[in-house]
């Protein structure tokens, strides 16, 4: 079975500041790996995923994460945080294109001025 | 283009309550379904999911169940509603062409 990890429940980084959101899995066979991103009291907003191609995976709103098998992670990264980044990062798994996503317990990024 | 819409967005219902939360895409034929439930301080926990027509999976022992009456319609329901069943309920659906797809959610306060 598949699952995923996300280390730190709250990041906090200051406005300019990198942003390093750390995911690893655990998959048995080649995953597909997601980021998404959740404001309050909103539905979950797809920020990029991997499904085996290049692994540097740019997505929206300049974040970027990169698929290392070898360390079985998928950190979400951004140069410089914004205030309205301020929001919940879920990583999620699944092992086909279809089924079930499992997500990580989320981290919360605050962004100080 | 393909939509979601879930409702209600937020309800206040009262313990030993009845419970129907309504899902419905649009823009997809047979979808794969799915709802989750986000606790307070908690992930996202898959609660059921449906690959068609009356055909429900569960993924965890619980109060609640679903049905999936018509092919882009998903709900969840509870004949009893427990303090514990509180949380932020998530649809989603998924196809081969599209991904996924989240609803906008609804918040369950049970009191």
């Known amino acids: 079975a598949q699952s995923v990890t996300q280390l730190g429940s709250h990041v906090s980084v200051s406005e300019g500041a990198l942003v390093l959101l750390r995911c690893n899995y655990s998959?048995?066979?080649?995953?597909?790996l997601f980021w998404y991103v959740q404001y309050p009291n909103q539905g979950l907003q797809l920020l990029l995923k991997?499904?085996?191609?290049?692994?540097l995976v740019k997505g929206i709103n300049g974040f970027e994460a990169e698929f290392k098998k070898s360390e079985t992670s998928f950190h979400l990264t951004k140069p410089s945080a914004h205030m309205s980044d301020a929001a919940e990062y879920f990583c999620?798994?699944?092992?086909?294109?279809?089924?079930?996503?499992?997500f990580g317990q989320g981290t919360e990024l605050s962004v100080k001025p | 283009s393909q939509t979601i819409h879930q409702w209600p967005a937020t309800l206040v219902q009262p313990v030993g309550s009845p419970l129907s939360l309504e899902c419905t895409v649009e823009?997809?034929?047979?979808?794969?379904l799915y709802w989750y439930r986000q606790a307070a301080g908690r992930g996202l926990q898959l609660l059921f999911y449906?690959?068609?027509?009356?055909?429900i999976s569960s993924e965890v022992p619980q109060n609640l169940s679903a049905s999936r009456p018509q092919d882009r319609q998903f709900i969840l329901s509870s004949k009893k509603l427990l303090l514990s069943d509180s949380g932020f309920y998530l649809c989603?659906?998924?196809?081969?062409?599209?991904?996924?797809?989240f609803g906008s959610g609804t918040r369950l306060t049970v009191v």
């Open positions: 989603a659906w998924e196809d081969s062409y599209y991904g996924y797809t």
């Open positions: 998959s048995s066979v080649p995953p597909y």
């Open positions: 991997y499904t085996s191609a290049a692994t």
């Open positions: 999620a798994v699944t092992v086909n294109q279809g089924g079930k996503l499992i």
């Open positions: 823009g997809t034929s047979n979808p794969n």
């Open positions: 449906s690959v068609g027509i009356g055909q």
